[in-house]
């Protein structure tokens, strides 16, 4: 099974440990930054890509990666937009936009 996790703040991180435990699962990490939570606790060296996932390109993304199943970490978007008026709510809608857009199985987590 291939799982492509965007964003590995702390709902992504706590995915991935548990997705580590099964050798076959392949995971391909994005994150919008290049050390996030993910690498700094030392669960992967790197993320796979730095990517700015949006609506727009997600479907474009996803036949690059070909993944099973889409895990969207929602606090590594509100991470880079807390500082803004509204950013929360931003987040949460902008997320549910890219899943209902998606033409993979996409879960927010």
């Known amino acids: 099974m291939r799982i492509w996790l965007i964003g590995a703040d ?10 580590q435990k099964n050798p076959t699962i392949e995971v391909v990490v994005t994150d ?9 606790d030392r669960l992967i060296d790197k993320i796979d890509s730095i990517e ?3 609506q727009m390109n997600i479907n474009m993304l ?4 070909r993944p099973d199943l889409i ?8 991470r880079n937009l ?3 008026s509204g950013g929360m709510v931003y987040a949460e809608a902008f997320h549910n936009e ?4 998606s033409d993979f199985p ?3 987590i």
Do not use: F, N, Y
């Open 62 to 65: 996803a036949r690059r990666i």
């Open 10 to 19: 702390d709902a992504g991180s706590e995915a991935l440990r548990q997705l």
């Open 98 to 101: 890219i899943a209902a857009a």
């Open 52 to 54: 700015t996932v949006t």
């Open 32 to 40: 919008m930054i290049e050390q996030p939570k993910a690498v700094t």
């Open 82 to 84: 807390s500082r803004l």
């Open 71 to 78: 895990l969207i970490d929602s606090r590594a978007l509100k």
């Open 106 to 108: 996409c879960i927010i």
